[in-house]
């Protein structure tokens, strides 16, 4: 995996080396701009196919597990991810990225603003996108699906 666009900023200077796999440091030697740009790149291409809907979760029951295309440190508010569901929820679901912290998947409602996912809120070879917030169930973080299937 190479680059993460969740680690540069909207603040151009402080970009010169937020990202170990690019590197726009003023004065750089002319030798390390072609790195810096495939870099860059790879960084926007892994960013594409993670939100894109080609992700595929794994796991079964209850426990959905994703790989990224993307080198994430930690969970962080804001990540997304575009993903095809292995099979159809059967409760209370998590969702385990990388092998990072396991995280409830929850959505929101009209009426109530949490609740868990239920029983084929997701559904075998769905496609669904789901967004982090670590302030989410009382600041323990959840996955927030963003369009849970309507019975």
Known sequence: ????????????ANNDDADGDVNWSEGQL???INSSA??????VA????DINGTLATGGSS?????TSNTAYPALA????LGVKANHSSTGTS??????LTTKYIIKCTQATAELHIVANNMKATGNYMLRYDADALGAA?????????IE
């Open 30 to 32: 002319p030798g390390t």
């Open 77 to 80: 508010t804001g990540i997304m």
């Open 62 to 66: 209850s426990a959905y597990t994703v």
């Open 94 to 99: 998590t969702l385990t990225l990388n092998a």
């Open 46 to 49: 892994g960013w594409l196919k």
């Open 1 to 12: 995996m190479a680059g993460n666009v969740y680690l540069w900023e909207t603040t151009a």
């Open 141 to 149: 973080g959840a996955w927030i699906l963003l369009n849970p299937t």
């Open 38 to 43: 495939r870099g860059m790149m790879a960084a």
